[in-house]
Every structure is written in structure tokens, then in C-alpha cells.
């Protein structure tokens, strides 16, 4: 089946602990990015990867970095996380005419 | 700047009525168009997307969408809700060219009614 896994879902950790979110899209898409999902903000775009050893800013990048070793593989790093990074956060690839497939999603909640 | 508004922040209708969810679009040309739903604490699924031709597209769980140049509009449309319907509902769109990403209005909430 086709599909962007994340992981963990739901991530609850203090401030300053580095965390790093898992994504993964089993379509052989070159074009994968992050989101986070905020309360009246809508959909904000962190960064995005057009191809392995391809990364650029977004939105929203600031305290955030992301890596692309891999084409299936798009991880988000947090290296040093604080309340107002609590969100949900959003993998998704980019297949045929801009045709975005989203991952589940990961709620992190920052104290 | 391309833009995607979604006038109406929440929307509640009763079971059984039909639906329309508004969505206005702001591009330099026509773009790729595309509705998503997001269930309470899941992803986002697309439900249907406008490429070109028939302006009138179908999409999953018996939705539908009319594309309208001159109104610059994305309209999404359902005969008959149900209670499973119950979502949030985002519009977005996507240039034709190069690899930019998709620009998702703010949603529309749709609360269904016994």
C-alpha cells in the first residue's frame, strides 16, 4: 500500500531534549516535506527536500533542521525543542501534479 | 503571492441535507487544485483534485467539486451528509510547473447535526 508512515505519533518531552521525528514514503517520490498544524494558522511548510542532499527552508523553519540521506527516508530534528514548537507536525511526498500524501501526523507537546 | 481563502470557519448542517464548502483562490495562472479532509486526530486525505479538463470533478465518499475560472473558485460540494462527514475540510492549490508546494487554505470546520 502506498503510504508516508511517521513516527512516534505522540511525543511529549521537555525543553532543550533533542528529538527527532521519523518519516518514510514508500511511492519513489523525489519532492518530501514537513509540516506543523497550528490552531487558526492553518498549514505551515518547515522545510522541503526535492531530492536526497536536496533541503530548503520553508515557512517556518527556525528550530528545526532535516536531512535527506535517503529518497523514502525525511526525518525532522529538533535539537533543542521549547514550548512554542508544540504542534502537529505533518510528513508528507509530493507524487504526480503537485499531489501531496500526507503521513498520519505526530502530536509533540514541548513543557 | 498566491493565497487560498476559506470564508467560512466553521459550518454546522444537518444529516441527510447537502453541502457546499466555499473556496476562493488567488494565482497568477490556474493552478492544480485539490480538497483534503483531516478526521479528528488523523492525517490529511485527499479527496478530489483538478488537473484540467471537465470542470466538474468526482471525488471520494461521494464528494464533488466545480472549478470556475472566472470566479477564481474550488467549490466542494456533497448531495447528502452524513454524521461520518463530521471534519475539517482544507482547499489548496499547486502551481503547474516547477516544484513548489502545495498553498492550503485555514479550513473549514463542518459540524453535522442529528
Known amino acids: 500500500e502506498a503510504q508516508v508512515t511517521q513516527n512516534p505519533r505522540y511525543l511529549i518531552t521537555v525543553t532543550g531534549k533533542k528529538l527527532t521525528v521519523t518519516c518514510s514514503q514508500n511511492m519513489n517520490h523525489e519532492y518530501m516535506s514537513w509540516y506543523r498544524q497550528d490552531p487558526g494558522l492553518g498549514l505551515r511548510q518547515i522545510y522541503y527536500?526535492?531530492?536526497?542532499?536536496?533541503?530548503d527552508k520553508g515557512d517556518v523553519p527556525e528550530g528545526y533542521k532535516v536531512s535527506r540521506k535517503e529518497k523514502r527516508n525525511f526525518p525532522l530534528i529538533l535539537e533543542s525543542p521549547s514550548p512554542n514548537q508544540t504542534s502537529l507536525y505533518f510528513c508528507?511526498?509530493?507524487?504526480?501534479?503537485?499531489?501531496?500524501?500526507f503521513g498520519p501526523g505526530t502530536r509533540l507537546t514541548v513543557l | 503571492a498566491q493565497s487560498v481563502t476559506q470564508p467560512d470557519i466553521h459550518i454546522t448542517v444537518s444529516e441527510g441535507a447537502s453541502l457546499e464548502l466555499r473556496c476562493n483562490y488567488s494565482y497568477g495562472a490556474t493552478p492544480y487544485l485539490f480538497w483534503y479532509v483531516q478526521s479528528p486526530g488523523q492525517g490529511l486525505q485527499l479527496l478530489l483534485k483538478?488537473?484540467?479538463?471537465?470542470?466538474l470533478v468526482q471525488g471520494i465518499k461521494g464528494f464533488e467539486a466545480e472549478f470556475k475560472r472566472s470566479q477564481s473558485s474550488f467549490n466542494l460540494r456533497k448531495p447528502s451528509v452524513h454524521w461520518s462527514d463530521a471534519a475539517e475540510y482544507f482547499c489548496a492549490v499547486g502551481a503547474r510547473s516547477g516544484y513548489s508546494t502545495l498553498t492550503f487554505g485555514k479550513g473549514t470546520m463542518l459540524l453535522v447535526s442529528p
Open positions: 483538478y488537473f484540467s479538463g471537465d470542470t
Open positions: 508528507a511526498s509530493r507524487g504526480d501534479r503537485a499531489t501531496q500524501y
Open positions: 527536500s526535492m531530492n536526497v542532499e536536496v533541503t
